[in-house]
């Protein structure tokens, strides 16, 4: 089973940066496509950035230029660099794998809050 273990939420003033990190407890980290997601509440989880295992990227159009994604193979963890952070970035962030077999797996989410 993998287990996550996510960190670096918190609460920071509008435009400022925030950076969250995610361990991945499985082997074979290299071979999986990494990513998060958010929710913010009251709706539905949304994609916000994945990046092969080959260190492509696909970011959601709201975080572009803002957000930067990246990968330690050896150190299991995927990070997300965030900066000029905007309220509406409040939100629940949940680190994503997706196996070569297509299969899910979902972090249990680290707090973000955005608000002066």
């Known amino acids: 089973q993998v287990q996550f273990v996510e960190s670096g939420g918190g609460w920071v003033e509008p435009g400022g940066s925030l950076k969250l990190s995610c361990v991945a407890s499985?082997?074979?980290?290299?071979?999986?496509?990494m990513g998060w997601y958010r929710q913010a509440p009251w709706k539905q989880r949304d994609f916000v950035v994945t990046?092969?295992?080959?260190?492509?990227?696909d970011y959601a159009d709201t975080v572009k230029e803002r957000f930067t994604i990246s990968r330690d193979n050896a150190k299991k963890t995927v990070y997300l660099q965030m900066n000029s952070l905007k309220p509406e970035d409040t939100a629940v962030y949940y680190c994503?794998?997706?196996?070569?077999?297509?299969?899910?797996?979902w972090g249990r989410g680290t707090q973000v809050t955005v608000s002066s």
């Open positions: 994503y794998m997706r196996s070569p077999l297509g299969n899910s797996h």
């Open positions: 499985i082997s074979l980290f290299g071979s999986f496509v």
């Open positions: 990046i092969t295992t080959g260190g492509n990227t």
